[in-house]
């Protein structure tokens, strides 16, 4: 089956600062990811969808400028946290699909823990 | 995308049959049924999808009445690692997955 890796699985920073998390398909292309957030003992928020080589799409009440997405490649789409704050603490997920159409399994990636003191 | 209800919950006993049911009354015509599992501090697991009738795959079976409204997922003979949340999606040509509470599956010994 298809593989998504994130990395880092988890990181610990320091209120203030940028925190980026990386998300591959390491076996397919994917011309669309997304990129989810969970908070404990609930459900997986949509944050943002991202096409290759063009602006992500972010779902409402989600801060583009706070949440900086880039998709530069088909294999590599990368989630930015600017100026973090405790309030940010949350596991990160994203997913890949490998058509740009309707059609096609997504694919999610372990996910990354995100903590900022 | 369809609002989907599944209960908050359910209990089950190893080698038991586990039937989880979603409501999802505003499917759109074209929009797919799918089934997730997530385990604690992990991302999603497909398991199963379909648009109507049955689907049976290695891991469960989808049953999906008529009019659409609904659907069960079926997991045979649950064992102790089958505890997880297991998500009922309505999946759209938009490509995007909203995903609801979730259903806590605790399958005892």
């Known amino acids: 089956g298809a593989v998504v890796s994130q990395h880092p699985s988890w990181v610990i920073c320091k209120s203030g600062t940028s925190v980026k998390i990386e998300c591959r398909s390491l076996d397919f292309q994917a011309t669309t990811m997304f990129w989810y957030r969970q908070f404990p003992k609930q459900s997986l928020m949509l944050m943002a969808t991202?096409?290759?080589?063009?602006?992500?799409?972010?779902e409402q009440g989600v801060e583009k400028d706070k949440f900086l997405i880039n998709h530069a490649s088909l294999t590599l789409s990368t989630l930015t946290v600017t100026s973090a704050h405790p309030e940010d603490s949350s596991f990160y997920i994203c997913?890949?699909?490998?058509?740009?159409?309707?059609?096609?399994?997504?694919?999610f990636g372990p996910g990354t823990r995100l903590t900022v003191l | 995308l369809a609002k989907t209800t599944q209960p908050i919950s359910m209990d089950s006993y190893e080698g038991q049959e586990v039937n989880i049911t979603c409501s999802h009354n505003n499917i759109a015509t074209n929009d797919y049924i799918t089934w997730y599992q997530q385990f604690p501090s992990q991302g999603p697991r497909f398991i199963i999808q379909g648009y109507k009738t049955k689907v049976t795959n290695e891991v469960a079976s989808l049953f999906i009445p008529a009019d659409r409204k609904s659907s069960t997922l079926s997991l045979p003979r649950v064992s102790l690692s089958d505890t997880a949340v297991y998500y009922c999606?309505?999946?759209?040509?938009?490509?995007?997955?909203?995903f609801g509470q979730g259903t806590t599956l605790q399958v005892k010994p």
């Open positions: 999606l309505g999946w759209s040509n938009t490509g995007k997955l909203i």
């Open positions: 991202s096409n290759e080589g063009s602006k992500a799409t972010y």
């Open positions: 997913s890949a699909r490998k058509t740009s159409g309707g059609e096609g399994e997504q694919f």
